[in-house]
C-alpha cells in the first residue's frame, strides 16, 4: 500500500469471514465512506487474499498472522504498524460483520467535528430487521450477567435495554482518538476477546476523557452470537467476565459511575 495520507484508520480483522469481509468493503467504496479512509484487514486464519485484492478507491494493506490472535492483539498490531504512516487522526476498529449506508463515514467525521471533546464516537447500531441494538450501554454488574446468563440458559428471550446515558460502547464499531489510544496503551491484551471493549471505554473515562454516542448514524449488525452456541467461545467470554469483575479498572469505573449519579 502507498503512504497515502488519510483521516480515518480503519481496522478490520477476518475469522475466515471473507464474504462477509468483501461486503464491507463494498461498503466503503460508497461515497461519502471512502474519501478519508484507508483500511487495513488482517486475516486471523490462513484464508486466500486474492479475492480481496480489487481496484478499490482507497488504499488497502492486507495482514496475514502467522498464528491466531485476540481481538485486543489484532487491533492494537494495526493500529502500532499502520496508524503513523498513515498520518491518521483517527483509528476506526469495525467487525466484518457490520455493513454501512453511503456517507456513514462522511457523517461520523462531521459528528467528530461537532464534538470535538471527544475521543471515542460510535454509531446507533441496529439489526438486519431494523431493531435497534443496544451497543451503547451502561456499566455492567455481576448480578445483571448473571442473571442474563440463567435466562439464556432456560431458554428465555432477554429484552434489549437501552438508556438515555451510557458508560461503554460495543466493540463492533468504535472510532478512537488516536493520540487518546495510544495514551491509554490500546486495547488490554490480556482480553483475548469480550470486554476488552467495556474495559478500553472504562480507562478512557477514568482518564477523564468523554465518548459520545451519535444515534443519527445508523449501521447494520448481522451478528452470529457465537458465545451464546460455541462452547469454546462461552468459556471465552467467561474469563473474559470474571477477569474484568475482579479488576480494579471496574471497582474504580463502578466509583466514578456512582459519584456521577450522586
Known amino acids: 500500500m502507498s503512504h497515502t495520507r488519510c483521516k480515518v484508520l480503519i481496522s478490520i480483522v477476518s475469522h ?26 488482517r486475516l486471523n486464519k490462513p484464508e486466500a487474499t486474492h479475492v480481496f485484492e480489487r481496484s478499490w478507491p482507497f488504499p488497502l494493506e492486507i495482514v496475514q498472522n502467522d498464528q491466531p490472535q485476540g481481538f485486543s ?14 498520518d491518521a487522526q483517527l483509528f476506526c476498529v469495525l467487525n466484518p460483520d457490520i455493513r454501512l449506508h453511503a456517507g456513514t463515514m462522511a457523517a461520523l467525521l462531521a459528528c467528530c467535528e461537532r464534538k470535538p471533546g471527544a475521543v471515542l464516537i460510535a454509531p446507533q ?3 438486519p430487521d431494523g431493531r435497534v441494538e443496544a451497543n451503547a450501554r451502561r456499566l455492567p454488574a455481576p448480578g445483571e450477567i448473571f442473571r442474563k446468563g440463567v435466562m439464556r440458559f432456560f431458554g428465555q428471550g432477554l429484552r434489549e435495554e437501552r438508556s438515555e446515558s451510557w458508560d461503554w460502547f460495543a466493540g463492533m464499531f468504535m472510532l478512537f482518538d ?11 491484551e490480556r482480553y483475548f476477546l469480550y470486554y476488552e471493549d467495556v474495559d478500553i471505554c472504562c480507562r478512557l473515562r477514568l482518564a477523564g476523557l468523554d465518548l459520545h454516542y451519535c444515534p443519527a448514524v445508523t449501521v447494520v449488525h448481522d451478528a452470529r452470537r457465537g458465545s451464546h452456541q460455541n462452547v469454546g467461545l462461552f468459556l471465552r467470554h467467561l474469563s473474559s467476565v470474571v477477569r474484568f469483575f475482579s479488576s480494579p479498572v471496574y471497582r474504580q469505573c463502578r466509583r ?3 459519584l456521577q449519579a450522586g
Open 125 to 127: 447500531v441496529r439489526a
Open 16 to 41: 475466515i469471514n471473507g464474504s462477509q469481509v468483501l461486503g464491507l468493503l463494498h461498503d466503503l467504496a460508497l461515497p461519502g465512506n471512502y474519501e478519508s479512509v484507508a483500511v487495513i484487514l
Open 178 to 188: 488516536v493520540t487518546a489510544f495510544r495514551s491509554i496503551g490500546g486495547f488490554d
Open 73 to 86: 492483539a489484532n487491533h492494537n498490531a494495526t493500529f502500532r504498524q499502520f496508524v503513523e504512516s498513515n
Open 256 to 258: 466514578l459511575a456512582r
